[in-house]
């Protein structure tokens, strides 16, 4: 099935398609989703959401960019929605305050084995991806897609809809906001 | 013991290799069937719901129409009878 097929099968809610737009991109919306979120079940959760709005939203498809493009997009936003409803919830919390002083914080929060690490990186990764939950939302996403997903420069700017150079100066911003996290919390640890 | 740097890049470096996850085919199944289930409801409530909006829109409408007309004629009432006593009054005036 070339794409504008499966696009037109999806805008007919033919189940033929639904079925193709599964199998092609349900792994890719389980991982984008998981590396943002940080949760299995809720990455899982993501996928269903996202196919959803996938079958409800074709119609408004445009075509400008490819409809894998426009997955990764609707990826990106359900998942981010996710983690702003995490953090309204956990403003809520009785010790929010002495919580936002602490910049330690991130470092006690629980850990996060995502499935597919190599046993021999676990416990570093796990350390990773709890810095990785402090970046800003577009270098959060940025480096996901690059690191996880494998995604070039130039694809990650057209889903980001933005240009290669920001997406060069959003890793490296990225890169630097780690290294610095890691520190802290490596040099924590020896003491 | 390894120095912080080193510790630093191996946890950047953790990623390599890292593998796609698939969905069992149990929750793939799972996940797909409610999504169809999901578009199939939301397409028969989209159906229904312009011809019912339409009822309910007309309905009030009639309602308030005939409230309207209610109240009008129940005013016209109240203004019919004091004119009557004032003619009565008239009346007895003109007799003198």
Known sequence: MTESELISGLQKKDERAFNEAFKLYSSMVLNTAMGIVHDHDEAEDLVQEVMIEVLKSVNKFKGESTLKTWIYRLTISKSLDILRAKKRQKRGGLFTFVSLKNDESWMHKPDFNHPGVLLENK????????????????????????????????????????????????????????????????????K | MKKTEEKIEEALNSLEGIERIQLSPLVADRIFQKAMEATTIEEKIRQTATPVSWVIGVAAVLVLNFGFLFWMNSTQGSTESTETLSGIYFDSEIGY
């Not at chain 1, 402090?134 to 996901?144: E, G, R, S, V």
């Not at chain 1, 240009?163 to 610095?180: D, P, T, W």
């Open chain 1, 123 to 190: 416990e570093r990764a796990a350390v990773l991806f709890k810095a990785i939950d402090q970046l800003a939302d577009n270098q959060k996403i940025a480096f996901t897609l690059h690191k996880l997903e494998n995604r070039s420069y130039k694809e990650i700017a057209e889903i980001m809809e933005t240009s290669i150079s920001s997406v060069e100066s959003l890793m490296h911003r990225a890169k630097k906001k780690l290294q610095k996290l890691l520190k802290n919390f490596y040099e924590l640890d020896r």
